[in-house]
């Protein structure tokens, strides 16, 4: 009896070369580094290097999380990946009353360039590269890192890394949004543009399925919804009067990986075939490198149990290699005790341990694409096309990624898969190892690490320091500039930096945009 997918799809019990009856093995395959990109986007992929480890941290103050940077640098990590607080991701201060609580709690508070320059204190900024998981004030951030730079002596186009800047899908899945949809694609249009001129070496966007993954989206839902979120920034960019060749190399994507192995090195292999033909056909893109879908990934959290939280180190590491097998850029492995609690020293090394493991102890690297070929890899890689495609469909008779937010589709979607997945799990259907199955009578005890709640207070006395030894009339200046930038058609970032500079809080510089664009309230579709 077959059984099915994460998808919905059938997993036969057997596979032969049936399965594989009017293949085209020169289309579906191809060769690595070369259109379709099935195989992967570079010849040699891991047979040169490994994939960039880059480990994502950030909590309490910028002093406790550049301590836990220099660990990560220390212990082997190629690549640092910084989390914010609540406050900071919708761009609000540390002394803000909608903050009391969460400063410092999922993540690092970053108020004001004061906190960048300590958060990146005795890091080269050249010789890193940074991820940045930050949407709405996205363009903030990166700002505070370019004018760090400076201090340091670094020029813009030595820097490299990634802004996440993915604010469609919080629209769908997160919720971290602070303008309407209009504006929020204005001012990543601004930042396509800023960083092609200024910071030339920069993913500008992280287009995010990962966050959908962890709400619920099964893998076909996953790549679906992402990929159209993608083509809705591509049109966008396009109709602000760029090139598609101009901004497109430097657009990047963020996928989970699962523990259902086997799907899901099929789905990172459809995604590749997918955005290459779209960006090939529909947008006329010419320059190899604007076919690529180049992709992070992050292993499950949601997959991950607080009940023998140790057993979480095999999960992840069956994720981590699902990740390698289907071609990824850059991995987070995630730490065993993040069901609990923010990570420990020991259980983030152990995290980059496991990719150093899968990185140097194995052979996956040995060879690219080990997987090209498989009866069971290739059919279920075209079942997942299929299935990703006809979601894809779904959004554009709707009229894009926009409309189809605004009428609900894909929140839609997500939740009944979500409540799919929760009935198998409690009916015992799906089998969740020490949860549903395989239980202890008693767990054993664990410390987690623990957030000190003086932070907040800590934060606020920064602040109040900050806003009295500063050029306050230098600041009012600078935010009527920006306001001004943002109720025209200039480029908002460049009056931006010039705030930030200036020592504008983030909070402040949010708030001088939501006078212009108002913030998003969700309809009732939802």
């Known amino acids: 009896m077959a059984r099915e997918s994460e998808s919905g799809l059938p997993i ?28 992967g986007v570079y010849p040699t992929m891991y047979t040169g290097r490994p994939w960039t480890m ?10 406790e999380s550049n301590a836990r940077y220099k660990q990560l640098i220390a212990n082997g990590t190629m690549g640092l990946s910084v989390a914010f607080d609540l406050p900071t991701q919708m761009g609000h201060d540390s002394d803000a009353p909608i903050a009391s609580g969460e ?50 002596g670094v020029s813009a186009d030595k820097l490299t890394g990634t802004i996440q800047n993915d604010v469609l899908k919080e629209y769908i899945a997160r919720g971290t949004y602070i303008f309407p949809p209009k504006p929020s694609l204005r001012l990543i249009a601004d930042i396509f543009k800023y960083c092609r001129a200024e910071i030339p070496k920069w993913n500008t966007i992280s287009i995010s399925g990962y966050h959908m993954a962890e709400a619920g989206a099964s893998p076909a839902q996953e790549i679906a919804f992402t990929l159209a979120d993608g083509i809705e920034y591509v049109r966008t960019a396009v109709a602000a009067g760029m090139d598609v060749d101009d901004f497109a190399p430097r657009l990047s994507f963020f996928f989970v990986a699962r523990t259902t192995f086997l799907e899901e090195v099929a789905k990172f292999r459809a995604a590749r075939r997918i955005w290459a033909r779209v960006m090939k056909e529909e947008f006329g893109a010419k320059n190899p490198k604007s076919l690529m879908l180049r992709f992070h990934t992050q292993t499950a959290g949601v997959q991950l149990t607080a009940q023998q939280p140790e057993v979480n180190l095999v999960r992840v590491a069956v994720q981590g290699l699902a990740a390698v097998l289907g071609g990824t850029q850059s991995l987070h492995t995630n730490s065993f005790d993040e069901a609990i609690a923010l990570p420990t020293d020991k259980s983030a090394r152990l995290a980059l341990r496991t990719q150093q493991v899968l990185a140097y102890e194995t052979d996956v690297t040995a060879t690219v694409d080990p997987f090209a070929g498989s009866y069971v890899i290739e059919k279920m890689t075209d079942d997942v096309e299929a299935a990703t495609l006809e979601l894809m469909r779904k959004v554009e008779d709707l009229g894009g990624a926009v409309n189809a937010i605004e009428h609900g589709f894909q929140k839609s979607e997500i939740e009944r898969s979500a409540y799919r997945i929760a ?62 930038a943002a109720g025209g058609e200039d480029n908002v970032l460049y009056p931006m930096k010039e705030a930030l500079k200036a020592r504008a809080t983030v909070g402040e510089v949010c708030n001088a945009l939501r006078e212009v664009w108002g913030t998003y309230v969700p309809s009732d579709a939802f």
């Open 12 to 39: 036969e019990p057997v596979y032969g070369p049936d399965a594989l009856q009017d293949w085209d093995p020169a289309w579906k395959l191809g060769d690595p580094g070369a259109y379709p990109f099935t195989r």
């Open 54 to 63: 880059r480990q994502y941290a950030g909590f309490g103050t910028a002093t």
């Open 103 to 152: 400063v410092g709690k999922v993540g690092v508070a970053i108020d004001s360039i004061d906190d960048m320059r300590v958060l990146f204190g005795g890091i080269p900024l050249d010789k890193v590269s940074t991820s940045m998981t930050i949407n709405a004030p996205a363009a903030l951030l990166l700002l505070l890192y370019q004018l760090v730079a400076e201090e340091q």
């Open 423 to 484: 009935q198998e799990t409690d009916s015992g259907e799906r089998v969740v190892v020490g949860v549903n199955r395989f239980q202890l009578d008693e767990e054993e005890p664990y410390e987690p690490l623990r957030v000190d709640p003086a932070i907040e207070a800590q934060q606020a006395e920064r602040l109040a320091k900050l806003r009295a030894e500063r050029d306050q009339e230098a600041v009012d200046t600078a935010l009527a500039a920006l306001k001004k």
